[in-house]
Nanobody, 120 residues
């Protein structure tokens, strides 16, 4: 089994910054991709950013130039640095991890989420 622990969510004023962290643990052989999704009340879940095992990244148009995703392969951890935060960034942010377990099967796990609130 794979466990994901997210942290870093907080209440911040518009224009502020936050950095989210997601650490994966368990019987993991390798991780192929890690990403962040978000969901606001009454809205559908959307992809914010993702990074592959090769280091390539992908961002939602709404966060390009403001958010940066990065990973520490040795620590099985992914980060999301968020700058110039806007009220519309308010949402529950969830970590998504895909990879292979020690027993040779693929896995796809989600974290419980961390709350980001942007308000004055």
């Amino acid at each position: 089994q794979v466990q994901l622990v997210e942290s870093g969510g907080d209440l911040v004023q518009p224009g502020g910054s936050l950095r989210l962290s997601c650490a994966a643990s368990g019987n993991i052989f390798s991780i192929n991709a890690m990403g962040w999704y978000r969901q606001a009340p009454g809205k559908q879940r959307e992809l914010v950013a993702e990074v592959s095992n090769g280091g390539s990244t992908n961002y939602a148009d709404s966060v390009k130039g403001r958010f940066t995703i990065s990973r520490d392969t040795a620590k099985n951890t992914v980060y999301l640095s968020m700058n110039s935060l806007k009220p519309e960034d308010t949402a529950t942010y969830s970590c998504d991890v895909q990879g292979t377990l020690l027993r040779g099967v693929r896995f796809h796990s989600w974290g419980q989420g961390t709350q980001v609130t942007v308000s004055s």
